[in-house]
């Protein structure tokens, strides 16, 4: 069975980094593209960030220069290395997969997603 799972999320304080990843099993992220999302308390879903098969990356400005998305084909894992968090970035952080063919004739990467983990809660405290 084709899944992604989330990991290393936890407690930090501000200013503090963390490095979280997704691992796919059952399928290889050489064809797929990711994404990273969050949601906070109360709010809804944010997309993070995105990395194409052929290694494009793609931030919103609310976390670009301090978030940074990665592969490691060879682990088969995405990683999603957060830098300077503020108490504003607690939330839940998933990851989720589509693949590339499904992406290649729209207008962004990561619009058609298939495979979503059950997310890791990354908590800054002030």
């Known amino acids: 069975e084709a899944q992604v799972v989330e990991s290393g999320g936890g407690l930090v304080q501000a200013g503090g980094s963390l490095r979280l990843s997704c691992v796919a099993s059952?399928?290889?992220?050489?064809?797929?593209?990711i994404a990273w999302f969050r949601q906070a308390p109360g709010k809804g879903r944010e997309e993070i960030s995105c990395i194409a098969s052929s290694g494009g990356t793609y931030y919103p400005d609310s976390v670009k220069g301090r978030f940074t998305i990665s592969n490691d084909n060879a682990k088969n894992t995405i990683y999603l290395q957060m830098n300077s968090l503020k108490p504003e970035d607690t939330a839940v952080y998933s990851c989720?997969?589509?693949?590339?063919?499904?992406?290649?004739?729209?207008?962004?990467?990561?619009?058609?997603?298939?495979?979503w983990g059950q997310g890791t809660l990354v908590t800054v405290s002030s």
């Open positions: 989720a997969a589509g693949p590339t063919w499904a992406n290649d004739y729209s207008d962004y990467p990561c619009k058609y997603l298939k495979l």
């Open positions: 059952g399928f290889t992220f050489d064809d797929y593209n």
